[in-house]
């Protein structure tokens, strides 16, 4: 409030354009100021400014008969280490229920951080992120898009409607972290989709705008949300730590996570590899959109450590397309062997991937997740497992594990680690051997 305050006193264009909105309103039968205080300004041009806590009593706000026509939240949420899941859920009950209500005609505006997974800005994260792939998913589907040449642009019209898609950007502070072009929030299947702790985001109509440090070009290309403030060689050296994932990218990671820690994951590349494996953990319900299938590949290098060289989550379901993408990773990474859990599907994933250009092997997992997962870190603080590059979706599981929604490529790379450091092993070369 103080800042605000300091802006209309100090501010010579802001004055002179808007004379009144700086000037604070006098009362008409005491010539003092009607209301200047640390929480709440009222100014000469009808202008009205409260400032409260999110926790403080704001139900039935008003001034006179005017109720707020905007409403600001500006970082509502503390630090994990104050904050719990049920605190979570009393803040957006707070929000919902008493916030909101002032004006249900009231523009609204909520900004902050990831403070902790499952926090009201992570809700609202998951669904944005969510949003933009099923829009993604849908209009490839479609398909059906005559390219029409609008005087200095290109717009697509959907086959069979009058409705034209721009190529403008939405308007946004940053360049390429603009909202879907069309919207998911009237397709009931995304409803639905949506776990119920989230479906509020769509139910309140709130529309996500999410900022990333790190922005991720339609060429695969990188380049840093702020370059002038924080270079893309700085964001780098910093993308394998927890601090990264939670204060750059919004992605939090939890400060009680029992398993990996910044420490355990180190980038490097080897010279030459040896036998390389795709490990593939499948999505358990391949209908449900925001099931993921784990795919990871890892190498051996020529100093017998480990390698993983790729690691992603993909919602590609069992058939020819995912054939054809397990193919194409093969040929790309030589790979010899195409490790399946099959817990989930059975037999049916050798026919899914038959035609591609490495052996298959199907492993029924019997340990439980938590035991391979402390195996597989073992080999990680041994120094016997490096990662080529960074893989943010892999980090942000690791760090979370256990307390993670989602964790597909973990459980893809943990799998292929237990397959070469597993068991007692010869030492091994880069020479080629059967994997069988």
Request: proline share 5%.
């Amino acid at each position: 409030m103080q800042s605000f305050k300091d802006e209309l006193d100090s501010n010579e264009a802001l004055t002179r354009d808007y004379a009144d909105l700086c000037r604070p309103l006098m009362g008409n039968q005491v010539k003092r100021y009607v209301a200047q205080s640390s929480n709440q300004i009222r100014q000469a041009n009808g202008f009205t400014f409260m400032a409260k806590g999110i926790d403080a009593k704001t139900l039935g706000m008003k001034v006179g008969r005017q109720r707020p026509d905007l409403l600001l939240f500006d970082d509502i949420e503390p630090p994990e280490a104050t904050y719990s899941p049920s605190e979570a859920e009393r803040r957006l009950s707070t929000v919902l229920q008493a916030a909101f209500p002032l004006n249900i005609y009231a523009r609204v505006a909520i900004v902050g951080t990831t403070t902790m997974p499952g926090s009201i800005i992570d809700q609202l994260r998951t669904v944005g992120e969510l949003e933009r792939e099923w829009v993604s998913e849908r209009d490839s589907l479609k398909g059906s898009f005559s390219e029409l040449d609008k005087g200095n642009g290109n717009a697509a019209e959907k086959s069979g409607t009058n409705e034209f898609i721009s190529e403008a950007h939405i308007s946004t502070p940053f360049k390429n972290t603009d909202s879907p072009k069309s919207s998911a929030y009237d397709d009931r299947d995304f409803y639905e989709s949506l776990d119920p702790e989230l479906k509020w985001v769509v139910d309140a109509k709130v529309r996500v705008h999410y900022f990333p440090a790190l922005v991720t070009n339609p060429d695969g290309s990188e380049e840093s949300l702020w370059p002038e403030f924080w270079s893309l060689d700085f964001l780098n050296s910093i993308r394998h730590t927890r601090d990264f994932a939670m204060n750059y990218m919004n992605r939090p990671v939890s400060l009680s996570a029992d398993y990996w820690q910044d420490a355990d994951i180190h980038i490097r590349q080897s010279e030459t590899y040896g036998n390389t494996l795709l490990s593939l953990d499948p999505a358990v319900k391949t209908a449900k959109r925001n099931d993921y299938t784990g795919i990871a590949v890892l190498s051996r290098g020529d100093d017998g450590k480990v390698y993983v060289r790729h690691a992603e989550g993909v919602k590609i379901a069992p058939g020819p397309e995912l054939q054809k993408y397990i193919t194409s990773l093969c040929e790309r990474f030589s790979v010899g062997l195409v490790y399946v859990e099959t817990n989930q599907g059975g037999d049916v994933w050798k026919s899914v991937l038959d035609g591609v250009p490495a052996k298959f092997k199907a492993v029924h997992q019997t340990e439980k997740k938590e035991l391979r997962a402390t195996k597989a870190l073992d080999f990680y603080r041994k120094g016997e497992v490096l990662h080529t590059g960074h893989f943010d979706t892999l980090q942000s599981q690791m760090f979370a594990y256990p307390r993670v929604k989602n964790d597909d490529v973990l459980d893809a790379v943990v799998s292929g680690v237990l397959y070469f450091l597993g068991h007692p092993v010869g030492k091994s070369g880069v020479k080629k051997t059967s994997y069988i």
